[in-house]
T-cell receptor, first 118, second 113 residues
Framework: GAGVSQSPSNKVTEKGKDVELRCDPI?????LYWYRQSLGQGLEFLIY????????KSGLPSDRFSAERTGGSVSTLTIQRTQQEDSAVYLC????FGRGRGGNQPQHFGDGTRLSIL | AQTVTQSQPEMSVQEAETVTLSCTYD???????LFWYKQPPSRQMILVIR??????QNATENRFSVNFQKAAKSFSLKISDSQLGDAAMYFC??????????FGKGITLSVRP
């Protein structure tokens, strides 16, 4: 079956521009996550959506970053007024929802979007 | 806050040999999950193996197995009969009540033919 799909695969933009990154999760997965992978910081959690609950935004590095998930499926991560330190690979993952003993489900990742800020 | 530590940045193994990748973690939670993910140059994070903290038995998936030492907060990955396709970055990861993954810095594994 189809896995997590992310677009674009690569994005080059000028400093100060806004960018939108898209994630299409595995069908039926109610949980969706965004992570950032950079040389200096490794893999960092950004934001987590679960069903209709309020998202966990605790990992967003600044108010220039925002994300939404429409209809419980596709998610868009938006970075406004991009800075050079935003250059990284942005990874999206999805999973079935589960919590606690026997619950936490493995996250399945997309191929990521490599964002380069000139 | 939970932390995951992978202290070895690189390792090398001869094809067909066995290699062990180390990982330690710190948490105050009692229920949690540990994972090893593989990331080849294609960038996609591929789940290798998963361990539930409440299970004493070590997880095994074909040539991959873990040594889970809960008291020591240690979670190492053993790869048996290493193959050229095993060359990649490997990340140890933790998830608990908040569902989000906390990753180690990763280790680059090379396989010598």
């Amino acid at each position: 079956g189809a896995g997590v799909s992310q677009s674009p695969s690569n994005k080059v933009t000028e400093k100060g521009k806004d960018v939108e990154l898209r994630c299409d999760p595995i069908s039926g997965h109610t949980a969706l996550y965004w992570y950032r992978q950079s040389l200096g910081q490794g893999l960092e959690f950004l934001i987590y959506f679960q069903g209709n609950s309020a998202p966990d935004k605790s990992g967003l590095p600044s108010d220039r970053f925002s994300a939404e998930r429409t209809g419980g499926s596709v998610s868009t991560l938006t970075i406004q007024r991009t800075q050079q330190e935003d250059s990284a690979v942005y990874l999206c993952a999805s999973s079935h929802f589960g919590r606690g003993r026997g619950g936490n489900q493995p996250q399945h990742f997309g191929d990521g979007t490599r964002l380069s800020i000139l | 806050a939970q932390t995951v530590t992978q202290s070895q940045p690189e390792m090398s193994v001869q094809e067909a040999e066995t290699v062990t990748l180390s990982c330690t973690y710190d948490t105050s939670e009692s229920d949690y999950y540990l994972f090893w993910y593989k990331q080849p140059p294609s960038r996609q994070m591929i789940l290798v193996i998963r361990q539930e903290a409440y299970k004493q038995q070590n997880a095994t998936e074909n040539r991959f197995s873990v040594n889970f030492q809960k008291a020591a907060k240690s979670f190492s990955l053993k790869i048996s009969d290493s193959q050229l396709g095993d060359a990649a970055m490997y990340f140890c990861a933790y998830t608990g009540a908040n569902s989000k993954l906390t990753f180690g810095k990763g280790i680059t594994l090379s396989v010598r033919p």
